[in-house]
């Protein structure tokens, strides 16, 4: 019944930006982390932000402090602001998130279906 909805991606020049917005919807109890994952053709999926339910954040090395995770814990949804993007930004971005479907069940782990970012050069 989970389903993360994701939008925001598109086609942006070097040094532009763009907002990534992800809602989760379904039966949900509570939402440990939400956050954004990347994945580049051969490579790895790889952590770009996340936010966990006590506000702490994690960033990805590369980020340098360009981008800025947030959240709007009622409408269970999170946000990510990229700034100076980079060609090397370009990549498949999915949203992800660890929540609960009921009071006391062990978290589950869910993924959006991915948005494309490419910035030009």
């Known amino acids: 019944q989970v389903q993360l909805v994701e939008s925001g991606g598109g086609l942006v020049q070097a040094g532009g930006s763009l907002r990534l917005s992800c809602v989760a919807s379904?039966?949900?109890?509570?939402?440990?982390?939400m956050g954004w994952y990347r994945q580049k053709p051969g490579n790895q999926r790889e952590l770009v932000a996340r936010?966990?339910?006590?506000?702490?954040?994690n960033y990805g090395d590369f980020v340098k402090g360009r981008f800025i995770i947030s959240r709007d814990t009622a409408k269970n949804t999170v946000l990510l602001q990229m700034n100076s993007l980079k060609p090397e930004d370009t990549a498949v971005y999915y949203c992800n998130a660890v929540l609960s479907l009921a009071y006391g069940s062990s978290t589950d782990t869910y993924w959006g279906q991915g948005t494309q970012v490419t910035v030009s050069s």
């Open positions: 379904g039966s949900i109890f509570s939402i440990n982390a």
């Open positions: 936010i966990f339910s006590s506000g702490t954040t």
